[in-house]
């Protein structure tokens, strides 16, 4: 499928997703419940510069500022037009965020300027998924990590049903083993630092920016 297609795909289902995820359900209550865990892991003291690639409405990002006592800046980058404009509804009037509509493949902010990049199940929407991962090794400062939290294939039976998902839901691109992101993640340029189990079926895959 031609990029420009699977795109429009990817973002109209966010589009269809920003209606309702601000919402009470099991399915974004458990989204969220990975993401508490993401940011769990995470360093996040004062003056902080932290990016979420994928970042929806900006929930996500919201919670950590809440740990860090809102002393940091926070940018959220999402492909859907609608998931921006809600982010930027939710957090008016607080000047350190900031949400741009954007390919993770392409953002357009300047190299060096995150502490912490974090991505939280929107890895496998990816078109080009090592384009993106050198994208966030680019914004990323010196000794800067990138936290991507995606459903792990490391057993044969997650593989199959992550093709037969496929079919039923067109704006998924592809799922990767652990093995997988540790090789992505280094010919990225990232020391790969190893996984965080935030869940049995939780994986995070961290890597770390050495200069």
Same mark, same amino acid.
């Given at each position: !499928? ?11 289902? @966010?589009?269809? @997703? *920003? =209606? ?7 399915? #974004? ?19 902080? &510069? !932290? ?6 409405? %900006?929930?996500?990002? %919201?919670? *950590? ?9 926070? #940018?959220?980058? +999402?492909? /859907?037009?609608?998931?921006? =404009? ?16 954007? &390919? ?17 199940? /929107? ?23 990138? #936290?991507?939290? +995606? ?8 593989? $199959?049903?992550?093709? $037969? ?8 691109? %592809?799922? #990767?083993?652990?093995? =997988?992101?540790?090789? !992505? ?14 869940? @049995? ?11």
């Amino acid at each position: !499928m031609e990029d420009s297609k699977q795109l429009k795909i990817n973002e109209a289902k @966010w589009n269809k @997703w *920003a =209606e309702t995820v601000d919402g009470k359900s099991l399915k #974004y209550d458990y989204l969220r419940s990975a993401q508490l865990g993401v940011i769990s892991l995470l360093n996040l003291q004062e003056n902080v &510069n !932290m990016l979420d690639i994928g970042c929806g409405t %900006g929930w996500a990002l %919201g919670q *950590a500022a809440k740990i860090n006592g809102d002393k940091g800046t926070f #940018y959220g980058v +999402d492909l /859907s037009e609608k998931m921006i =404009e809600k982010a930027k509804e939710n957090f008016k009037g607080r000047e350190n965020f900031h949400f741009i509509k954007a &390919n993770a493949e392409e953002i357009p902010l300047e190299d060096k300027r995150f502490d912490i990049i974090i991505c939280t199940n /929107s890895f496998h929407h990816y078109l080009h998924p090592e384009k993106a991962l050198k994208e966030m090794y680019r914004l990323l400062k010196p000794q800067g990590k990138v #936290y991507i939290l +995606d459903p792990p294939v490391d057993f044969w039976v997650a593989r $199959v049903l992550a093709k $037969v998902l496929h079919l039923f839901d067109r704006a998924q691109v %592809g799922l #990767y083993s652990t093995k =997988e992101f540790e090789k !992505m993640i280094t010919r990225a340029g990232f020391k790969y630092v190893g996984t965080e189990k935030i869940k @049995w079926h939780q994986k995070v895959q961290v890597g770390k920016k050495l200069a």
